[in-house]
């Protein structure tokens, strides 16, 4: 899919979103991310593989391999233009039979989903934009009993082995995070800076929680992006698990990629609008790559029967 030129609204109709630039730059969903989610299902007792659903699925990235892993596949969004370009991408451009998918236009918090019919949610680099709490409740009553719920989100990359790269990125960040204003905004980052850990889950209703940190280096303020914080509810029960070194998430890159992704996030901010923050940062780099590390997080829960 990522050879597919395309140029739709995005996140918000009074903003542009490249969606040839998102899918170049952004983290590419590999192997071992796809294996966490389909072993945590595989492992369950009698799990079945008949319909998944891709909420927050912006283009399909991850509805894509959904269908083939699912007899059939839902595919949600809210925003104007999403699932009639992920329409476009999974049926025109990747040859997939319309008969395996459904589009909706629909928030992750209300849907028109049938109740205690689906096998596999992936909420996939969407959490934050919702109200977690009304969220997981819908999720909860679309799955069947021993469902999966699959969220995850991958922050923005740190610098390794380069304390001077890494402050002047610090820097960009954080004029990025000076214009992202507003009560969205805000909820977003009280999510994001505590790692998901904002997002609770009933005893009485779901069980098996495990939630993996992917290079974190042990710490979850790996994704804090600033000071808004919000209260954890990781209960003493829920499994964590910290994976390091995934090279998957890992690379080397240089001035304009860190350009080029930055332009990726909401709300688009011109280089023009951060000058010095950028020339900081190239000054730092000077000339060379910077090897990037990106954090992760993968949070697992199965609906209790």
Known sequence: MANVS??????????????????????????????????????????????????????GIVSFTLAIHFDSVIISDP??????????????????????????????EETSVDSGTIDLIAACECIQWTNPK?????????????????????????????ERVQNAWKGVWGAHSKKAQGEVFDRAFRTINTALENIEFPEGEW???????????GDVNAFVMNNLVDERKVKEKEEKIWVEDDEEWVGMKDIEWFKAYLATWVPYIPEAEMQDVWDE????????????RTPVVMIFATRRA
Do not use: M
């Open 134 to 162: 009304a969220a997981i409740s819908e999720f909860s009553r679309q799955l069947k009993a021993g469902g999966t719920l699959a969220i995850t989100y991958y922050a923005r990359p740190l610098i390794d082995g380069n």
């Open 6 to 59: 395309v140029n739709e609204l995005g996140f918000s109709p009074k903003q542009g979103v490249n969606w040839s630039n998102y899918l170049v730059y952004r983290p590419v969903y590999q192997t071992s991310f796809f294996k966490r989610i389909f072993d945590y299902h595989a492992e369950k007792p009698g799990a079945t593989w008949t319909v998944g659903h891709d909420i927050g699925a912006g283009c």
């Open 79 to 108: 925003n104007d233009g999403y699932v009639t370009l992920a329409k476009k991408l999974l049926i025109e451009e990747a040859s997939l039979p319309e008969s395996k998918f459904t589009f909706l236009q629909e928030t992750a």
């Open 281 to 292: 940062l190239e000054l730092a780099l000077e000339g060379k790559k910077a090897r990037i």
């Open 207 to 217: 069980e098996a929680i495990k939630r993996v940190y992917i290079n974190a280096r």
